[in-house]
């Protein structure tokens, strides 16, 4: 391409400055192109980790775990730029070296008393990704002009000069040479459930707040002292809880014993929460390691390699999940032994041969475990792990509502303390899975395990163990218990609508919890097809479509737009579109998400980075050779 050339994304959230990073990474003071970024949100931050929301929300990611920099862990093509990650930055910021950094009182005073250990509020975090923004702006060559719209793109069209034309909400028009679809997660048509639930509500006038971004549900029909079934126990449940209780004036105290007691405003309404495991996600693990350094014992290269190249396709469940749970297992009794050696018989050595000899749930095994480790806390057992009511009977609301306190003190011991620091190694270990899983071509799974297991379990259980709540929003789920604001209903909660409310019933549980309203506390599954974002809408539609998987046992719809793997947009016949991108959770590329963690060659990075190299190459930008 000749002359000035012409770059647009939709959407100006983190991974759009993270695209727009790699892209710049690759221009050089001959480059001439001019960026249009266009979103109704603030730039960096975009719509879920804007500053205009509740200061009690936050990431479920430590400070020093999250980055939106390349550094040189990661495996790219494009120029290494290293920076600070959120926690450096804070340290930049406290020693005066971030002037162009104006924090609003409350984020000062936490960014005074954070730790690298500390859980940020998504309004800190938001100035980290003002600041990414400007600084990669500031960073572009004099021939790279870059232009912010306050708006949203409606259609994209193709004009007969071949550019594309980019109509906006405000009526204006855009001509560019390319697109970049960056949108984080939608809003869409309700599922059908969803649509039945909210009807039967309007018609029994009932309350019913569906699956939703929590921070933008409308929380205020929810009354103080009502009755509230919440179903879902995952981080939008976890923000649910905060904003019905500390947002509506509540406050936690901790008494002189050291507990966390919970002082209620009068505002609350009594929440009743259950789901499926009928548990809330693990809390985020704050041990460290102290045994050997993890590796990958099971999912090796080798591995991988022969799955790819047998002659039937992959089976998550048959062919993948017992050596994720294998895997598993290695990570945490790896550092039990090599970092707690003194509460175990024998050596890892001969505990990893035993684990390569059984199946990951060999009975077999799990005695011989127990023989070698004397506490049943030490040990691991990735179905209970998963499930942990599976076989339980209860003998009524009470005892379902005592065990799964029980169950939430314990994972807090397990999942913070040091001495538990084997938690740590199934971390890195299913952090490890996730990659190795990457590396295998999504063509050779089955269409059941491209439609429902890898998307739906996989991920759910990933989520499950590696990206549960800050261990205190457990603790303070305690304390609200305490105090009579929430029970717990237990593990495979059932609702239907009657005249009388919603009513909450259990197989295992006797006895129903009747509620005037109902939230089900989830993000909507990602569908473009129906997202309620139009350029989204058109993109699955019109442009594209979305990833359908057919064989001779399941068929069934990603819901998601398919794209190449450098991020080219695929059209409806298959042939790929030259100027039109995509990336994040709405494509069929892998879900990696976007910032990341620092120094773990992360796919979010190296995904970006694939993408930011096929657009510089539609657009002849130049890329500089390292010396």
Partial sequence: ????????????????????????????????????LVDPHPPGAGRIWRHAQSPLLKLNSMTRDVTVFTDDSCTIEGPVRSGPS????????????????????????????????????RRLHSHYLDWFFRRTAASAPDGVRIRLHVDEVTSVRTSSSGQHAVSLASGRVIMTDAVAYCLGHTEREPDPASAALAAAAVRERLAYVGPAFTADADLSTLAPGADVIVRGMGLAAVD???????????????????????????????LHLGSRRGVPYRSKVTSTLQGSPPERDVLTPDVIAAL?????????????????????????????????????????????????????????????????????????????????????????????????????????????????????GVFIAALLSFMALSEIPKERFTARSRAYTLPVRWHTF????????????????LALADAGVVRFLGPDVDVVVEPRGFAASRLRVPGETVAGALVDAWLPAADAEL?????????????????????????????????????????????????????????????????????????????????????????????????
Avoid: C, K
């Fill in 1 to 36: 391409m000749t002359g000035r050339a012409r770059l647009l994304f939709v959407g100006a959230g983190p991974r759009a400055i993270m695209l727009l990073e790699r892209v710049l990474a690759r221009a050089d003071e001959h480059t001439l192109l001019d960026i249009d």
């Fill in 462 to 477: 990933f989520s499950y163990l590696a990206s549960g709540p800050p261990p205190h929003r457990l603790e303070e789920l």
């Fill in 86 to 121: 959120l926690s450096e930055w804070l340290d930049l910021w406290r020693a005066g070296e971030l002037p162009d950094v104006d924090l609003d009182e409350l984020s000062e005073a936490e960014a005074r008393a954070l730790t690298p250990e500390g859980f940020p509020t």
């Fill in 308 to 424: 790819v190249d047998a002659g039937r396709p992959i089976d998550f469940d048959r062919d993948v999940w017992p050596l994720v749970a294998a895997e598993l297992l290695h990570g945490h009794y790896r550092e039990l032994f090599t970092g707690h050696p003194e509460r175990v018989t024998g050596t890892w050595d001969e505990l990893r041969a035993l684990l390569q000899a059984h199946a990951w749930d060999d009975p077999a095994l799990r005695a011989a475990i127990a023989a070698a480790v004397p506490d049943p806390l030490d040990r691991f057992d990735v179905a209970a792990f998963d499930r942990p009511f599976a076989d339980a009977e209860f003998a009524d609301a009470d005892d379902a509502h005592d065990r799964v306190r029980a169950h939430i003190i314990d994972d807090l011991e397990l999942r913070t303390t040091q001495e538990r620091s084997p938690a740590q």
């Fill in 531 to 627: 997202s309620t974002n139009a350029a989204l809408r058109e993109l699955a539609t019109v442009h594209g479509s979305v990833l359908r998987v057919t064989d001779a046992e399941y068929s069934g719809s990603l819901g998601r737009v398919r794209v190449a793997d450098d991020g080219r947009v695929l059209r409806p016949d298959g042939a790929p579109h030259d100027a039109l991108f995509a990336i994040g959770p709405f494509t069929s590329q892998t879900e990696a998400g976007a910032f990341t963690r620092p120094a773990a060659n992360s796919l979010s990075l190296r995904q970006t980075d694939v993408v930011a190299g096929a657009i510089a190459a539609h657009l002849g930008v130049a890329v500089p050779v390292a010396p």
């Fill in 240 to 270: 649910l809880v905060v904003l019905l209780t500390q947002g509506r004036g509540g406050r936690f105290d901790r008494g002189a014993d050291g507990a966390l007691r919970y002082v209620p405003s009068g505002q609350e309404p009594r």
